[in-house]
């Protein structure tokens, strides 16, 4: 079975552009988390969705951060335009519905902001 | 606000050594999880814990979860290279479909 896929894995650009990060879920898990990891910390829960619809962005710095997921599988997360403080390692999850406690995560996308 | 705080924070011992790691809250969850994160690498789920005073062993690894479930310790016997790595707790309330991960212990058995 495959597991989650991100991409690009690594992500430089300069501060006020726009960066874009893909996630590819396990087939068949309908729950599709984002997560930041600054480093040396936990991850932090950006946004969750439940096949195409948004469960829970609470955490997500909507002035420069969005999310898609339009067909219920793959999602997109995009910052424009980005700050110095928006470098961390972005990750991936998914789960089946309902287990939430069973979370896959992908291998993340480190992204540096100059 | 759920927190979760992991001590230490950082950890370096001897191979063979037996070391904890602790995650520690004011709230209660329902559950409670430890994962390992490897560099480049996303988190593994190592064990879920649900009821309080439960405990697991994974090998050389034993998890606890408190009897008031707001607490949960990680003890490795005779660390080897391979347990290097993050550690993080994560707790998780049922009706509440997401995880509130710990602050992390960064373990290095050095051979």
């Known amino acids: 079975e495959a597991g989650v896929a991100q991409s690009p894995r690594y992500k430089i650009i300069e501060k006020r552009q726009s960066v874009a990060f893909w996630c590819n879920p396990i087939s068949g898990h309908a729950t599709l988390y984002w997560y930041q990891q600054i480093l040396g910390q936990g991850p932090k829960l950006l946004i969750q969705f439940q096949n195409n619809g948004v469960v829970d962005d609470s955490q997500l710095p909507k002035d420069r951060f969005s999310a898609e997921r339009l067909k219920g599988v793959d999602s997109t997360l995009k910052i424009q335009p980005a700050k110095l403080e928006d470098s961390a390692v972005y990750l991936c999850?998914?789960?089946?519905?309902?287990?939430?406690?069973?979370?896959?995560f992908g291998p993340g996308t480190r992204l540096t902001v100059l | 606000t759920q927190l979760l705080e992991q001590s230490p924070q950082f950890l370096s011992i001897q191979e063979g050594e037996n070391l904890t790691v602790y995650c520690n809250s004011s709230s209660v969850f329902s559950s409670l999880q430890w994962y390992r994160q490897e560099p480049g690498e996303g988190p593994v789920l190592l064990v879920t814990?649900?009821?309080?005073?439960e405990v697991k062993k994974l090998k050389r690894l034993t998890f606890q979860f408190g009897d008031a479930r707001k607490d949960s310790s990680l003890h490795i016997t005779a660390a080897q290279p391979g347990d290097t790595g993050l550690y993080l707790c994560?707790?998780?309330?049922?009706?509440?479909?997401?995880?509130?991960f710990g602050t992390g212990t960064r373990l290095t058995i050095i051979p």
């Open positions: 994560a707790g998780a309330n049922f009706g509440n479909e997401k995880l509130t």
């Open positions: 814990v649900v009821t309080g005073g």
């Open positions: 999850a998914s789960s089946l519905t309902g287990e939430v406690y069973t979370q896959y």
